[in-house]
């Protein structure tokens, strides 16, 4: 952790003025990445910590995210070691790192907030398909981010758990409206007001999980998906997923209307007219 900011919490430097990442900061914040030709690999690598992240973690993915090469298709998303995530560091609640509560009111604590939030919303881009390979633990934050993905390919020793009502908070880094729109508001809250474990079988039952596999056959298993979705015309991909996702939020007629839009877009691209 570096300087302090204006809100007297800690900075890093995930990014640089020229907009490269900073390797060594990505590594002080956990994380590792991969790009090979189209597809992008983010690893939550403190093992020796169940991949905990602090507000640097955060940070860091939001770096990623606006420097991602622009022929990027697919970015995976997973862990190393043990679990794809143990959530939030706790220390971040005893002041390791700069705390939550320093000296900031609630007009910074909403900008910080809203800061770290940045590294989950990008993965909503419709210019890349996001596939998170979940196995182990993935608990508050690390919950969240696997719902910040697209699709989820989840091992079968998996174990989901929305902790942050238990701690006395609610989960705000974006995993509130993708968790209601898969599963209903019904078993959302009943998941988040128990924090109960959610384990990999119910998940693929209840829709938290788009393949299942086993522990050993999850790389394998993202493999296959990734070289699925790298198969399919780059331009319909980018289009269809913006379809898709702002379906739940349109009546049918915008949503008419909306896939009559991207079409004359992709009848341009692929015949021409
Ligand atoms: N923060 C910091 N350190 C953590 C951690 C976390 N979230 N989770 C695990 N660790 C550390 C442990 O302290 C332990 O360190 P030592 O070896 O130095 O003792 C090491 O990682 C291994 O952990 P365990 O021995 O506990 O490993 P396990 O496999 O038996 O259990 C676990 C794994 C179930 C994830 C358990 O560690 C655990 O319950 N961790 C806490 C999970 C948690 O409550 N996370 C916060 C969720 S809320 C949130 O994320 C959002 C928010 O904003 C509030």
New binding site residues.
């Given amino acids: 952790m570096a300087d302090a900011n204006t809100d007297g919490r800690p900075e890093t430097a995930t990014d640089r003025a020229d907009g490269a990442l900073d390797e060594a900061a990505l590594k002080e914040a956990g994380l590792r990445l991969e790009v090979a030709g189209a597809v992008a690999t983010v690893t939550l690598d403190r093992p020796?910590?169940?991949n905990?992240m602090t507000f640097a973690t955060w940070r860091g993915l939001a770096a990623i995210g606006r420097s991602l090469p622009a022929d990027v298709r697919v970015v995976v998303l997973r862990g190393e070691g043990?679990?794809f995530s143990?959530?939030?560091?706790?220390?971040m609640f005893s002041g390791e790192g700069g705390g939550f509560t320093d000296g900031a009111d609630a007009e910074g604590t909403d900008r910080f907030i809203a800061e770290l939030q940045e590294g989950y919303t990008w993965l909503r881009r419709p210019e890349i398909v996001t596939v998170a390979a979940v196995h182990g633990?993935a608990?508050?934050?690390?919950f969240q981010l696997a719902l910040a993905c697209d699709i989820r390919v989840v091992a079968d020793d998996a174990e989901f758990c929305m902790?942050?009502p238990a701690?006395g908070?609610v989960p705000?880094?974006t995993g509130t409206k993708p968790l209601v729109e898969i599963v209903g508001i019904g078993r959302a809250l009943e998941l988040c007001l128990t924090a109960r474990t959610v384990r990999a079988e119910e998940a693929a039952r209840i829709g938290l999980a788009e393949i299942t596999v086993p522990r050993d056959g999850l790389d394998g298993a993202v493999r296959d998906l990734v070289d699925a979705l790298l198969a399919v015309n780059a331009g319909a991909a980018v289009a269809t997923k913006r379809l898709l996702w702002q379906a739940p939020g349109n009546s049918l007629d915008e949503q008419c209307a909306a896939e009559r839009r991207e079409q004359i877009g992709r009848l341009r691209d692929v015949f021409g007219r």
């Fill in positions: 020796e910590r169940r905990a043990p679990s143990a959530g939030i560091d706790l220390g633990h608990i508050g934050a690390g902790k942050e701690l908070l705000d880094l």
